[in-house]
Structures are given as C-alpha cells and as structure tokens.
T-cell receptor, first 119, second 112 residues
C-alpha cells in the first residue's frame, strides 16, 4: 500500500544547481500539494493542483515550478537552488470530501518528506 | 502575516492527564479545520477534523472544539499516552479553495 511516494529522501545541492523532487500517488486523488517545512515553522504551501493540467500557486511559490501531466504525478522543480530553499519538502494528495458535497478536500495524505540542503 | 497561529511551541504533560493544544485563526471565512500529528522523519498524519457547522467532534481519546466567535480551535487528548509525543499541527481551509493553511505546530511531550 504505497500511498504518496517522494524521491529522493535526501539531497545536497550547490547554489545555482537545478533539480526535481518527484511525487507519485496511487490513490487516484484529484488534488496534490507541495509543502515545505523550515525548522520551527509550520508547513507552507508552495504549489497545488486540483487535477491533471491544472496548477496554482500557494503561499511561497517563488523559485519553484510544477507540472501535472497525469493524475498520479506532481513533480516540483527547483531551477536555481538558493540557500533559502534548504528545507524539508512534503508532497500530499487528497480527494473531494463526500461529507461536504465535494466543496472541501478530505484529509491530506502526506509522503515521508524530502530533505534538501543547498550549500 | 500569519493567518493560523499555535502560540505554544511546546507542551509537557504527565501520562494519563489531559493535553490541550490550541490554535487561533484570523479569517472568519475558514470553515473546515483539521489536526495533524507528525513524528520525526515522517510525514504528517491526519488526526481529526471539524466543520464550522459543529462546535465539537470526538474520536476516541481525541476531541476537537471550535469556537467560531473567538476564531479558536483546540484539541484535547484524554488520557495522554507517551505514544502521543509528537508535533501537532492545526490546518484550516475555506470551502471551494481546495488548499489548507497550517499552523506553526506544538511539540507535545507526554511524560511516563
């Protein structure tokens, strides 16, 4: 029962390098999200998607890009890594909550996280 | 500007006693509220939720209370167990927006 799978789990980047964090879910969820968690801070929403081909910015989108070509995959791209992007990144997925006639997402299912360090 | 605040970064409670975790929000448009628990090196996991049409929701040892007029949410854990030691996040959303805003978290330590 895989759920939400993120790769890699750990990565060290040099300033200016690029990389993609991969996220896959096997629950056929419509909604997918990328959050980052900095030490002592809560989870900040970077980008989210309500379905294949549809993405939107969250609270802290600068320096990141996303795409959603399939229901299952939601990769997060860092184009020019900066030390401020050192963080733990979490991917999550969700579904329309039937108890709310679909107007609210159900609970988020999170991956285990990807720890990124930019030096 | 922090829309969701958990003003206590940490809390220590004796095993068997009640743990009360608090969350305050600023926007009255938020109408669905959740609590998540996070262990080190793991992703957050869902605990309990409440809709704005209710003021209380219970699930076993966990109860969430919502005070809409005060824009305040709380999670009660009774009785607290050492396995409850984790970081707890509240999360809020507005119907139709499909995204959650998280608080800063409270680290709960239950002492045996």
């Amino acid at each position: 029962n895989a759920g939400v799978t993120q790769t890699p789990k750990f990565r060290i980047l040099k300033i200016g390098q690029s990389m993609t964090l991969q996220c896959t879910q096997d629950m056929n969820h419509n909604y997918m999200y990328w959050y980052r968690q900095d030490p002592g801070m809560g989870l900040k929403l970077i980008y989210y998607s309500v379905g294949a081909g549809i993405t939107d910015k969250g609270e802290v989108p600068n320096g990141y890009n996303v795409s959603r070509s399939t229901t299952e995959d939601f990769p997060l791209r860092l184009e020019l890594a900066a030390p401020s992007q050192t963080s733990v990144y979490f991917c999550a997925s969700s579904y329309p909550d039937p108890r709310t006639s679909g107007s609210v997402t159900g609970e988020l299912f999170f991956g285990e996280g990807s720890r990124l360090t930019v030096l | 500007d922090q829309q969701v605040k958990q003003n206590s970064p940490s809390l220590s409670v004796q095993e068997g006693r009640i743990s009360i975790l608090n969350c305050d929000y600023t926007n009255s448009m938020f109408d669905y509220f959740l609590w998540y628990k996070k262990y080190p090196a793991e992703g957050p996991t869902f605990l309990i939720s409440i809709s704005s049409i209710k003021d209380k929701n219970e699930d076993g040892r966990f109860t969430v209370f919502l005070n809409k007029s005060a824009k305040h949410l709380s999670l009660h854990i009774v009785p607290s167990q050492p396995g409850d030691s984790a970081v707890y996040f509240c999360a809020v959303t507005t119907s139709g927006t499909y995204k959650y805003i998280f608080g800063t978290g409270t680290r709960l330590k239950v002492l045996a």
